[in-house]
């Protein structure tokens, strides 16, 4: 009796009504959550099959057809192992940290948009579960309560490797969230609002942040990688160093929840690129895709736009596991605080200042806009890379010396040679 009240046919351009409106958030949320869930699981199951392309070898292939249902042996697997506790672990904070690891990944979803509006026989559904007018602060706040789950983890555990890998997160997720929130400043001035859907908005405008911030994309991607610990920022797990880091004393399905929350994680920043600087669900080189009147076509294609530049950063990250090393501590911390955060400080100040000098010239938000920013942007990119050159600042074979003091200790180490020849 109460449903059929609820739904209501009415005009599919108009926003739903307060009971259509909450079943639609019901079904998103549950549709988010298989969604990502699924992503997870065949997440680990590209890696696998990816590093095993790049090594030029056989991936996980007898499970299936291809190998597809390699995932749900895995998952069996796991299920039917023994549930280990080491004797004097903080068993309630043992078990709570895998949990805190998982759920900021999935609660960040709440506020992405996926897709164009659809329109339904009961009104017009936004395709995001929650259009919070202050999204973007969310996302922030909510994946800066990551790292609890993973210092508790190393702490509870009572394990000396555990703790250092989570002290090592702790420090290494604090470095990289300033350089983060820094560099989606300039995005916001872009946007002039803190919501999601203004966001998609002035990239279809304007044209994407990829191109108007690059050096903020760059930065975004970097500390994104650091966030999610994985390679070359995976310190915190570091197996040549700590065993396997936090989650060392860890078995069965407590063990497999902190996987599960790193391909989470890992989606969810491929999400956030995608929709801070890459347009979101806009498909490129179209308009009609951002006006109304919206269709059921618009929003199939913009979520099919949408999946592809995420499904792009997720073979991305997994790309990069398997081409670069590890750093060293001490180049993760220094590349953190003493070129991102510096750049971003920098970066921040330059927008801010072209932006404000567009807006009392006159010149509209629109295509004209993006030109210029495209130019202060190629000037800025260009004069970083100069100075960042390689063997300056950071590199692989970083070195506290300069040229001169390595000429001066080869030519005594000649010496020294040329007086033992002598002396024998």
């Known amino acids: 009796m109460i449903l059929p009240m609820l739904l209501q046919v009415a005009d ?30 065949y997440s680990t199951f590209a890696e696998r099959r990816i590093s095993a392309w790049i090594q030029d070898r056989h991936g996980p292939n007898r499970v299936g057809p291809q190998g597809l249902l390699q995932v749900l042996a895995d998952g069996v697997k796991n299920f039917m192992k023994e549930e280990t506790f080491p004797a004097y672990s903080s068993r309630a904070l043992f078990m709570l940290a895998p949990a805190l690891a998982f759920i900021p990944a999935m609660l960040t979803w709440a506020v992405i948009p996926f897709g164009s509006p659809l329109p339904t026989p009961w009104g017009l559904i936004d395709l995001v579960v929650a259009d919070l007018p202050v999204g973007f602060l969310f996302t922030l706040a909510i994946s800066s309560v990551g790292v609890y789950g993973i210092v508790l983890a190393g702490w509870s555990s009572n394990n000396k490797y555990a703790l250092l890998g989570g ?21 916001l001035l872009l946007a ?16 994407w942040n990829a191109l108007l911030l690059t050096v903020a994309c760059f930065i975004f991607l970097v500390a994104a990688f650091a966030e999610t610990n994985r390679v ?20 069965a ?25 890459f347009g979101g669900w806009d498909i490129p080189f179209t308009h009609w895709d951002n006006v109304a009147p919206w269709t059921v076509l618009k929003s199939v294609l913009t979520f099919g736009a949408f999946a592809t530049k995420v499904i792009f ?18 180049q993760l911390m220094a590349l953190g605080w003493k070129v ?3 750049i971003a400080l920098l970066y921040v100040t330059i927008i801010a200042t072209a932006v404000v000098a567009l807006d009392k010239a006159g010149i509209s938000r629109g295509p004209a806009f993006g030109a210029v920013l495209l130019g202060v942007n190629v000037v800025v990119m260009g004069g970083i890379l100069f100075v960042l050159d390689k063997g300056r600042l950071l590199s692989p074979a970083y070195s506290r010396l300069d040229r001169a003091r390595v000429e001066r200790l080869r030519d005594s180490s000649r010496g020294r040679s040329v007086l033992a020849d002598k002396g024998a």
């Open 253 to 277: 399905m407590k063990f497999s929840m902190f996987p599960i929350a790193e391909y989470a994680n890992m989606i969810t920043a491929s999400a956030m690129m995608a929709t801070l600087f």
């Open 192 to 207: 002039g609002n803190v919501s999601l859907h203004e966001v998609i908005r002035q990239q279809a405008q304007m044209g």
């Open 340 to 342: 991102l955060l510096p």
């Open 167 to 187: 002290l090592r997160s702790s420090a290494q997720m604090v470095s990289y969230e300033i350089a983060m929130g820094m560099s989606t400043v300039c995005v």
């Open 313 to 330: 950063f997720v073979f991305f990250y997994i790309w990069i596991r398997w081409t670069l090393p590890r750093f060293r501590y001490d």
């Open 232 to 251: 070359p920022f995976d310190l915190p797990e570091a197996e040549s160093e700590l065993i396997a880091g936090y989650h060392t004393e860890y078995s």
């Open 12 to 41: 599919p351009q108009l926003p739903p009504s307060t009971g259509v409106f909450i079943l639609a958030t019901i079904v998103k949320m549950i549709a988010i959550f298989t969604l990502v869930m699924v992503g997870v699981a």
